[in-house]
């Protein structure tokens, strides 16, 4: 893909469309992933564990970049948001589990809420396109 040209990637989510958002937005040679929560989008269930949504999020953020030609090993940038403080190492180990090679850039925040109630975490990210 050409880096000069805007690319809308989806993952089928139908929050995708009800909402009007792109799951990653390719441009100059950057992907950027839109804030990314545990659904397993298969079968649309948010587990209840925090690590398996933590995990969830990042097979979504695997089909996401495969299908720009990125890898998770393409991440520069994680901005991580949990609803409680005792999510926090949890999630962490996770992002240590798959990001312990990688080690981009990470922001974490603990904030008061996020869409629906089930949702304990929510991933963003930037990544950027191999040969770019």
Do not use: W
């Amino acid at each position: 893909m050409s880096p000069s040209k805007r690319k809308l990637i989806s993952t089928g989510s139908p929050f995708e469309l009800q909402y009007g958002y792109s799951r990653a937005v390719v441009d100059c040679g950057i992907v950027h992933i839109s804030g990314t929560t545990g659904y397993d989008y298969a079968t649309m269930t948010m587990p209840e564990d925090v690590a398996a949504q933590a995990r969830n999020i990042y097979k979504t953020f695997a089909a996401t970049l495969a299908q720009c030609g990125a890898v998770l090993e393409d991440i520069v940038r994680l901005r991580t948001f949990v609803t409680n403080a005792d999510f926090l190492q949890t999630v962490c180990e996770v992002q240590g589990e798959v990001f312990a090679t990688i080690r981009p850039a990470s922001s974490i925040f603990v904030i008061s809420g996020l869409l629906r109630p089930e949702m304990k975490v929510e991933i963003e990210a930037d990544a950027r396109l191999p040969n770019s």
